[in-house]
């Protein structure tokens, strides 16, 4: 009854392949591919861009300014008046038609520039009906608080060294996500190996099934032999439906990272990779300085330091220097007072300081105190994130060494395990092993070529942990980020 269900079962296990790929897709996927898709199509990583697009967005909205703000504004007065003018009431009306317009404009170095037109059309009772315009120009410059490009553009410069810092932190989502990409593909890879070695194992194990069968029928073996040697074939039958498991659920795994069609069927075809890669720690360590999470630290203390820098200039006096010049027109004619405005008939100018300053200040001392230690603050969490980017780089390092032992290691003990069993295979065949000696023995043969295969990923993984530590996986493999693809999303948004 068990050698039916084993048959049925290889049976199951030859055809499941061809309806996955009947009812999907196969893709013969490389590691090259595994990892351009992970880097072009992973929604986290895709997500991940919208940021610095966002503040690209923030440094033209700060851009703004420097947009010349222009101003209209028209108003209607009728007024009465009742005064005393030498013991008697007197009452005086007025109308007055307002029609006015400016326009201003900020410079970098913090003065504002303002242009003024008022128009007014006047009817009173003691005048009459008379036109008063006056044109003027205004320049307020700050010469110690707020004065200078630094101060003025604080905000467009925080925003955007802020992009540059989510360039960063985009560029270790998708180290991170190809270096995941590239671990999840070698798992595959090392799930499907293990799925042939559970696949020859049960083949072994329901030979010796047959055999046993055989040599009990014929008086040889005792019939307790059927009964281990059955259990040996239903131990693999199990081992081999978990491996079958584990693949699909990786290759769902990969699926969703690469954003591969559902139900494909993906097919590793690069094989790991046994060689010994040549290590310098020294250099290791000093590549940390690159890595996308250090250098997006970086620029967080360059935030803080330009803060600091606009919080103590906000400490200093408010002294500006202002300054007007303009022209007044007068006439009972709109187009008489117009030309006395601008024949400059009534002259006017003017020049001044103005200065002010707090007594004790304490809200813009306490600012720059705090951004002071915000910057201390920063500094040690960079000291501190490269001393354990350092400690990781090393390691793994030690990591990568061991891997490449083990491989060694590994490839002894299959050696062995396969002598064992031959030798095992041969005791069994004079009786001198029982057939529990045998699938035992089979049993480590299986065990050993699943650590061989164990220890060849696992030494390609440390690899990737290692590039991964130092921020040199994007750039080994080809992966370049660049301003302009953030930039591309904001473009394109309307």
Not at 91 to 107: D, E, H, R, V, Y
Not at 160 to 184: C, D, G, M, P
């Amino acid at each position: 009854m068990i050698v039916r269900r084993i048959a049925l079962l290889l049976l199951l296990t030859a055809w499941l392949p061809a309806a996955v790929a009947a009812a999907g897709t196969e893709i013969k996927l490389t590691l090259n591919e595994a990892i351009r898709l992970s880097a072009e199509r992973n929604l986290d990583v895709r997500a991940e861009l919208y940021n610095p697009a966002q503040f690209e967005a923030e440094i033209n909205r700060n851009r703004g300014i420097y947009n010349p703000l222009l101003t209209a504004q028209t108003s209607y007065d009728d007024v009465t008046n009742a005064n005393v003018a030498a013991g008697t009431a007197v009452t005086t009306a007025g109308k007055t038609l307002q029609l006015n317009a400016g326009i201003s404009q900020l410079f970098w170095t913090g003065a504002t520039l303002s242009g003024g037109f008022t128009n007014a059309y006047n009817s009173t009772d003691r005048l009459g009906d008379y036109w008063q315009s006056t044109l003027s120009l205004t320049l307020n410059q700050p010469l110690l608080k707020n004065a200078g490009r630094e101060v003025t553009e604080s905000a467009i410069l925080v925003s955007r060294l802020a992009k540059y810092a989510s360039i960063e932190k985009f560029n270790a989502r998708l180290l991170a996500t190809v270096a995941s990409a590239t671990t999840e593909y070698y798992k595959l890879y090392n799930l499907r190996e293990q799925l042939e070695v559970r696949k020859v194992s049960l083949d072994l194990a329901c030979k010796i099934l047959h055999e046993t069968k055989a040599r009990v029928a014929a008086g040889v073996l005792p019939a307790m032999e059927i009964l281990n040697a059955e259990f040996g074939a239903a131990s693999r039958e199990k081992d081999l439906i978990d491996a079958e498991k584990a693949v699909r659920d990786q290759v769902e795994v990969l699926q969703q990272l690469l954003q591969l069609e559902a139900r494909a069927e993906i097919i590793p075809v690069d094989q790991p990779r046994r060689d010994l890669i040549t290590i310098s720690e020294n250099d290791s360590v000093q590549r940390i300085l690159d890595r996308p999470d250090i250098r997006e630290q970086k620029r967080n203390l360059e935030i803080a330091e330009l803060q600091t820098r606009v919080f103590r200039n906000k400490t200093r006096p408010d002294l500006a220097l202002f300054g007007s010049v303009g022209a007044n027109g007068l006439d009972h004619e709109a187009s008489r007072d117009l030309e006395k405005m601008v024949n400059g008939d009534a002259p006017m100018w003017g020049v001044g300081l103005s200065f002010t300053y707090p007594l004790g200040n304490d809200a813009a001392e306490n600012d720059y105190r705090k951004s002071r230690l915000r910057v201390e603050q920063t500094a040690l969490q960079i000291r501190n994130l490269e001393e354990s980017a350092a400690n990781e780089v090393r390691a793994a390092i030690r990591g990568v060494t061991s891997g490449y032992k083990q491989i060694d290691v590994a490839d002894r003990g299959r050696s062995f395990a396969e002598e064992r069993l031959r030798a095992f295979v041969k005791k069994n065949e004079v009786g001198l092993a029982t057939t529990k000696d045998v699938l035992d023995v089979e049993n480590d043969l299986a065990t050993a070529k699943s650590n061989q295969i164990a220890a060849v990923v696992n030494y390609n993984n440390a690899i990737v942990a290692l590039w991964k530590a130092t921020g040199e996986l994007l750039e080994r493999d080809g992966i370049h980020v660049v301003e302009s693809d953030a930039d591309k999303l904001y473009t394109k948004t309307r």
